[in-house]
Each structure stands twice: as C-alpha cells, then as structure tokens.
T-cell receptor, first 111, second 114 residues
Framework: GIQVEQSPPDLILQEGANSTLRCNFS?????LQWFHQNPWGQLINLFY???GTKQNGRLSATTVATERYSLLYISSSQTTDSGVYFC?????????????FGSGTRLQVQP | DVKVTQSSRYLVKRTGEKVFLECVQD?????MFWYRQDPGLGLRLIYF???????EKGDIPEGYSVSREKKERFSLILESASTNQTSMYLC?????????????FGPGTRLTVL
C-alpha cells in the first residue's frame, strides 16, 4: 500500500517564527489531508489538498502530486499551534478509500 | 458543518466483556471508518464500510467486528475485550466521490480494558 512519511518528527519554535512541515507519499493520491490533533485527541481538519495550493489564515498548504509531496506552512506561530500535525493520504488507483497516516510532526511553540 | 459523534469519550471495561463503540454522522456520507491510535504505532485502519451492510477489513481487523444497519451509524464491536485492545478509537466518515472524499473524524473514544 501507499507509504506516507513526514518530516521533521519534532520541531521546537519560538513564538512568531515560521515553519514548514513536509509529507512525502509513495503513490498517486485521490485524497491528501493535513490534520492537527488537539490535546484531547481529536483530529482537526486543516486542509483537504490532493493537489494545488490552499491558504487559511496563517496556515497554507501545497501539494505537488506529480512529485509526490505536500508541504504545510505555518507563519507567525503561536503557542496554540503546538501539538501533533498529521499528513494522511489515500492512493488514487487501488480503490482503497481509507487514509494512511504519516507518523506525525510534534510541534512545540515556546513563548 | 459535518458532525461525527461517538457514543463515549472514555470507557473502562473488563477482559472478556463484549464492547460496543457507536459512531453517528449527520452528512449522508457513504463511507465510514474505524481507526485506532497507539503510541509508536500511529493510526491504523480496523474496518471500513462503503454502504449499508457493506464492510471491508482494514489492516488490523482481528478481534473486532462491525455493523452498519443504517447509513448514518457504524458500530465497532469487540467480541471479547482484551488488554491489548486498550487504545484510542477514532471514527471517520466521507463521501465516496473522488475529489469530494475529505474525511471527518469524531472526537475519539479512549478505551481501557482491565
């Protein structure tokens, strides 16, 4: 099945700094999502982005499907951005609809 | 807004008990999923349903069964709970159509089996 790899595994930032999280995937995709997992364990949808670029406030994401990677940008980071960020993908041509998750990037934003 | 709800946030059961985890979505989604999340192992798919009464095994179906009698409800059943099923269980739903198949997750159920 599809492999999803995220980097870096851990990231520590000062408040106000910018960061880029990367997600590499091994196959063509029909679904690529970024999530933030809150302290209570719920997965919060950030972006649904099988291709192209989207922006939502201080967050933006780009997926280059032909090169099989996606990037999540966080600008002017705040302490509330802390937590684990997951990339997840579903392969385009296998018929499997479920997401395969990367291992996550644990972000800590310090005041 | 899509809403996915799960019957319990926290659950404590004893070894050997039959456990039911319920998931309900309100957006008429065809697809529903059950995942579990464990430290060091990430999120893994247990079962998937693409229509009423239809199901497919995921990566780790052993020890679990599912039921989908109505489109909005997908139940995960632990036939005889064991301590290695202590985990965080996450339900999700999505439309079937490619290009519109964003998955939405419920708040999760933290199950402890003693």
């Amino acid at each position: 099945g599809i492999q999803v790899e995220q980097s870096p595994p851990d990231l520590i930032l000062q408040e106000g700094a910018n960061s880029t999280l990367r997600c590499n995937f091994s196959d063509s995709v029909n679904n690529l999502q970024w999530f933030h997992q809150n302290p209570w364990g719920q997965l919060i949808n950030l972006f649904y982005i099988p291709s192209g670029t989207k922006q939502n406030g201080r967050l933006s994401a780009t997926t280059v499907a032909t090169e099989r990677y996606s990037l999540l940008y966080i600008s002017s980071s705040q302490t509330t951005d802390s937590g684990v960020y997951f990339c997840a993908a579903a392969a385009g041509d296998t018929g499997r609809r479920a997401l395969t998750f990367g291992s996550g990037t644990r972000l800590q934003v310090q005041p | 807004d899509v809403k996915v709800t799960q019957s319990s946030r926290y659950l404590v059961k004893r070894t050997g008990e039959k456990v039911f985890l319920e998931c309900v979505q309100d957006m008429d989604h065809e697809n529903m999923f059950w995942y579990r999340q464990d430290p060091g192992l990430g999120l893994r798919l247990i079962y998937f349903s693409y229509d009423v009464k239809m199901k497919e095994k995921g990566d780790i179906p052993e020890g679990y069964s599912v039921s989908r009698e109505k489109k909005e409800r997908f139940s995960l059943i632990l036939e005889s709970a064991s301590t290695n099923q202590t985990s965080m269980y996450l339900c999700a739903s999505s439309l079937r159509t490619s290009g519109r198949n964003e998955q939405f997750f419920g708040p999760g159920t933290r199950l402890t089996v003693l």
